[in-house]
């Protein structure tokens, strides 16, 4: 009965797809994903390229790679912003989105830094997770007060998936995916986030104050693509949102090792999917928070054993 639900789920999955998408949108798509997936793999990565640029010039580029493709994809599939307000979220969104962007390469920096005192560069690591959380809560405080009307149950923050089975299942499908990912390149060098050069004596209470912080982002993360830039966006009349949004997520992952930036567009397209079916972030919440803890205990053991 479970291995039925996973099988109607995608089907229904690929029906959605193919209704929400455009032979021009995938063009574009693939013409923005293709090199970008390509200088990961086989030379500098963007992020690397960029980590010398001073902030503010970096910031400027990142808006660009991020807000560019979006608009484009978006525009071809023949689609206006339905009001002002809109365009003004959009902005404040993706410059801060460019901005907290700019940091990821410096966390996995940290992580291989040498210091004799790892426990102060967890706390940068803390500062800077909370700088990208801030990346999110902004353009979501900024939401709340443009559009008042809007409840919160709208923007799919409210208890609601499908089969707690088949999420499971699909979650159990993952795992020989995360264990591999540890032999892939750059995989130790940014996982675990908590681990800052040397192990040394970092106490406890910090590892789980990074950890809750590190989780917060997820959940932040799927209110901000899929409740806000999915849900909301696809009920305001803005029309074919999901794979603009699926690019930009993708681009998001920038700076990660090549493994997931590569996967997040597949699991960025069925966790989209899940939000519009369901109404509700919670399903790709659940998903994406059991995936990353899962990276963190696997990343943790492997390079624990390595001292």
């Given at each position: 009965?479970?291995?039925?639900?996973?099988?109607?789920?995608?089907?229904?999955?690929?029906?959605?797809?193919?209704?929400?998408?455009?032979?021009?949108?995938?063009?574009?798509?693939?013409?923005?994903?293709?090199?970008?997936?390509?200088?990961?793999?086989?030379?500098?990565?963007?992020?690397?390229?960029?980590?010398?640029?001073?902030?503010?010039?970096?910031?400027?580029?990142?808006?660009?790679?991020?807000?560019?493709?979006?608009?484009?994809?978006?525009?071809?599939?023949?689609?206006?912003?339905?009001?002002?307000?809109?365009?003004?979220?959009?902005?404040?969104?993706?410059?801060?989105?460019?901005?907290?962007?700019?940091?990821?390469?410096?966390?996995?920096?940290?992580?291989?830094?040498?210091?004799?005192?790892p426990g102060h560069l967890l706390q940068l690591k803390l500062l800077i997770s909370s700088s990208l959380l801030a990346g999110y809560l902004v353009p979501l405080a900024f939401f709340a007060v443009v559009f008042r009307k809007k409840r919160l149950d709208e923007t799919g923050f409210r208890f609601s998936f499908p089969d707690w089975k088949v999420v499971s299942l699909l979650f159990l499908l993952m795992v020989p995916l995360v264990v591999s990912s540890v032999f892939s390149p750059g995989f130790t060098a940014f996982y675990p986030t908590w681990l800052a050069g040397d192990t040394g004596e970092i106490p406890l209470h910090r590892i789980l104050a990074h950890e809750s912080l590190y989780g917060l982002n997820f959940v932040a993360t799927e209110w901000f693509f899929r409740g806000l830039l999915v849900i909301i966006f696809l009920d305001s009349g803005a029309g074919k949102s999901i794979l603009p949004v699926t690019v930009l997520y993708?681009?998001?992952?920038?700076?990660?090792?090549?493994?997931?930036?590569?996967?997040?567009?597949?699991?960025g397209l069925f966790l989209g999917y899940l939000a519009v079916r369901t109404g509700s972030?919670?399903?790709?919440?659940?998903?994406?928070?059991?995936?990353?803890?899962?990276?963190?205990?696997?990343?943790?053991?492997?390079r624990l054993q390595a001292f």
């Open positions: 009965m479970i291995l039925a639900g996973i099988r109607d789920l995608l089907t229904d999955f690929i029906r959605f797809i193919r209704q929400t998408t455009g032979k021009r949108e995938w063009i574009a798509a693939g013409l923005v994903l293709i090199p970008v997936a390509g200088s990961e793999l086989t030379g500098p990565s963007i992020s690397h390229l960029l980590r010398p640029l001073e902030g503010w010039v970096k910031t400027g580029i990142w808006f660009g790679l991020l807000a560019g493709p979006f608009f484009l994809i978006y525009s071809l599939a023949g689609y206006r912003l339905p009001a002002r307000k809109w365009s003004l979220f959009l902005l404040v969104a993706f410059f801060c989105l460019a901005g907290t962007a700019s940091l990821e390469p410096v966390k996995a920096y940290l992580t291989v830094f040498p210091v004799s005192d993708t681009l998001w992952h920038l700076g990660k090792p090549p493994a997931e930036l590569i996967t997040s567009f597949g699991g972030i919670s399903g790709g919440v659940m998903l994406h928070l059991g995936v990353a803890f899962l990276l963190e205990l696997v990343a943790s053991f492997w």
